[in-house]
């Protein structure tokens, strides 16, 4: 009989890349958006059962970044404290189409055409916004703020696409939306499992999410930035555990 707080899974790790970013077009992408050394994804398989709820999917990750090897693997450092206590909040999984993003032609931030509409610079954090999707997301005041309600903002979706838009520090930004579907749309296909649950008839996507935000000991990050970003991405059909690390270096 297993204690049902003490799972003791092991992680291995799965020296794959991602399909969808490994084209010579993708990498120039990532290259142009500042992404190519700072956005990581990192696959693990993980051992036993996990049922669906929340306390089983908590206890997988204490385990994984009780590991030194998962830390590692993932480039943070230091020592989480014993017991561990990690800091996360819940990434939704319940988006499974691009039509999410017509809010942002209805909102006038993209026009006819899907061209990104202009704006004055503005500096935020380390990044300068020249157009109004850019400053929609880096602007937590912006005229725009509530096109997306907070928790359309936590779907894993919106983070992708968040990620890409944002870039890095010396990020060359897209005047036409088109682009930053394509990747958001192609890599987050890649990422999930999707299943038809035989109760609803509905389609699902396998599994739970969480942005990491905090481990008590440990370094996630190089740099300390609000552009930072840790998701863990468990499928259970699967039995894979994905990191989606994007770290910032400011370029001051």
Known sequence: LRNKNSRMSSFTLIDTPIECLSSRDRKEQLLQYNLDQSLNIVKFRFSGMLSASLNDYIQ???????????????????????????????IGLEVMSMEFFDKLEEADIVGPGGRIKGCFDEVFDGITASDLLREYLLNENSEKS????????????????????IGGSLCQPDSSIERY?????????????????PKTESVQVAGKAFKVEQVAGVNLFEYDSPHNVLIVLVDPMKKYLTVIKNSFKPFW
């Open 181 to 197: 579907l394509s990747i958001t749309k192609d890599f987050y296909k890649e990422l999930v499992t999707v299943y038809r649950d």
């Open 60 to 90: 997988l990750l204490n385990e994984f970044f009780s590991s030194s090897s998962c830390l590692a693997s993932i480039q943070a450092t230091g020592t989480p404290s014993v017991p561990i206590l990690l800091t996360t909040e819940n």
């Open 146 to 165: 509530g096109i997306y309600s907070e928790n359309e903002k936590k779907e894993l979706i919106f983070q992708i696409f968040r990620i890409f838009v």
